[in-house]
Structures are given as structure tokens and as C-alpha cells.
């Protein structure tokens, strides 16, 4: 199996372990660092809805918790019809990282899509350091 089907498979099946109660929206990602680690993550839903953390972000903090930070590629699986894509605020945080990171995004009708990051989220806000 490639990487890219590795990946999809491994957001698929964290998909199903999402806490979603208020929206039933169930995400998985699965995050490739540079060192071929991949590191899974779904989403958190709260009740104040502005404490809800999403997969992606959950995969990028067990990353840097386990000390990696340049990533090459993230799958994204929803149960949808169609490809759902990150929202902004993982965009940006992705963009932090790995402002070339591939985004590949699957779906229950089998339908993938794939955008670069740099695409998603053009003129990104970067700190100059």
C-alpha cells in the first residue's frame, strides 16, 4: 500500500473514534512528519463549541508532544459525500509548520482531492522572526 492510501485508511479508521455529539461531524487525520512518523488525530467536540479542537490539530500537538515539527503530507477523512477540506484555523496552524505540506482529503464516496497548503491559504500570515 503507498503512503497516500496508508495515510487515508489511517484517518478513515480514526474518524470512528471522534467525539462528535453536537454536530455527528466525525473527522480523522493522519499526519506525516519528515521522519516517516505518522501521527493520528480526530476530533474533540465541547459544548461551548469554542473549545472544540479538530483533528488536525489533535495529530500536529501529539507530533510536537512527541518532538517532531516538519511535516510532509496530512490525510483527512469525513463521512461526507464530497472532500472536506481544513478550516482556517488548521490551516494556519499547519502553515506554521509545513507551509508545503501536500493535503490530501477523502471522503465515504471515495472521492479524493488533493491541494497543496500554500493553495488552501494563500497570502498565510507568517511571523517574521
Given amino acids: 500500500m503507498d503512503m497516500k492510501n496508508k495515510l487515508i485508511k489511517l484517518a478513515r479508521e480514526v474518524s ?10 466525525k473527522v480523522g487525520a493522519a499526519l506525516l512528519a519528515e521522519n516517516g512518523t505518522v501521527y493520528t488525530g480526530c476530533n474533540v467536540e465541547n459544548a461551548t463549541y469554542g473549545a472544540t479542537i479538530c483533528a488536525e490539530r489533535v495529530a500536529v500537538a501529539k507530533a510536537v508532544a512527541d518532538g517532531q515539527t ?14 472536506e477540506s481544513p478550516c482556517g484555523i488548521c490551516r494556519q496552524v499547519l502553515m506554521e509548520f509545513a507551509p508545503d505540506l501536500n493535503v490530501i482529503a477523502a471522503c465515504k464516496s471515495e472521492e479524493v482531492s488533493e491541494d497543496s497548503l500554500q493553495s488552501l491559504l494563500p497570502k498565510a500570515f507568517v511571523l517574521k522572526k
Fill in 70 to 83: 516538519k511535516f510532509v503530507e496530512i490525510a483527512l477523512y469525513t463521512n461526507t459525500d464530497h472532500p
Fill in 16 to 25: 470512528s473514534k471522534a467525539y462528535a455529539p453536537y454536530s455527528n461531524f
